[in-house]
């Protein structure tokens, strides 16, 4: 229980033992495959790691962005969050949310506050000796995941082999693919695919897509339209998730739940997504949105609305977080994450069976720690 002493001494407003340090690492992956959705192609991913530390307890958050995010914590943050009180983590996000007003909060510079918020809360729960979502508070025990991929660079056989490990193999009942191919110019093959996974998986698990924003309005409604004849339940971006009113319109024409916000960088984008009536499901990215401070405050805003959220990638990084909301409807597996958080991660967690049980074996914190050695050969920065 380090740490616990100096809280109970420190000063009015204090906030028990100091940040002493705020550095970072970045790590480039490269994918096993090329990688597309409907409007964007990878071939690699990279991983901007926020490591802090008070005394001799650390703790890691991070993002996965541009190499630059790196920067804006070395040059932007760390300076902020040095010498403040390690436990009051509000505070430290709301310091670093003033600090960032010229530099620009959308884009890179949210997911640099997101990765220190995160490692904040991370270094709070090891101070304390206490998983994070002890920390927090649990609301359910086990947090549903979703097998994410289905990239469109996939051939037939690439996508059948990974939605049925996913189902058949490791248990997950819900699975999503891509489609939007080439910005809504592949509808054909959108919809063969959209098939094919059927096929791969059978009936009983469900079936969700992805067009990352790639349609027109009337071209989603229009495929939306034939969503139904294939059981899928979910049409995430079906429209920019820029186009609100857009959002709207889709969601008032089809049956499938439509699902928006991986690209909101602070809380007021998830007020206008609610106040739009955009969206079944909110979506939200704790490595952009503001850290896990933040992603708390956008699941209230959605209980509020009546709305469940769904955490967005990252998915080590959410599974504490997800547990500790009562309107969690599940937390996104994406293949591309999961495969890194492996890779350089200790501390991962399994999902056969469709759930993970964040902090089930007691270790502090999220439970991660970075594996030096694995993640040397992919450090850039
Ligand atoms: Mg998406």
Known sequence: MTGVAAVEGAPAGGAGPPVDEVATA??????????????????ATTLVVAHVRSGTTGGLGYTY?????????DEQLAGVVTGRGALDVPAANEAMSRAVRNAGRPGLVAGALSAVDTALWDLKARLLGVPLVRLLGAAAGAVPVYGS??????GEQAQDRQLREWVAEQGIPRVKIKIGESWGAAEDRDRRRIG???????????????ANGAYTRKQAIRLGG???????????????????AGLAQVRAAVGADVAAGEYGYALPYFWHLLAAQAVDCVQADITRCGGLTVWLRIAALAQAAGL???GHCAPHLHA????????LRHLEWFHDHVR???RLFDGVLDPAGGSVRPGADGAPGHGLSLRARAAEPYRVG
Do not use: C, K, M
């Open 308 to 310: 469940a959220i769904s």
């Open 65 to 73: 962005g541009a190499p630059a995010t790196a920067h804006v914590i």
């Open 149 to 154: 991929g289905g990239f469109t660079t996939y």
């Open 26 to 43: 970045v790590y480039t992956v490269p994918t096993d495959s090329p990688e597309a959705d409907g409007t964007l192609s990878w071939d």
């Open 340 to 342: 890194i958080e492996n």
């Open 196 to 210: 094919l996974a059927r096929r791969s998986i059978g009936d009983a698990a469900e079936l969700y897509v992805d």
């Open 226 to 244: 034939r969503l139904a004849d294939h059981g899928v339940t979910w049409f995430e971006e079906p429209v920019s998730s820029d186009d609100l």
């Open 320 to 327: 504490h977080a997800a547990a500790a909301v009562p309107n």
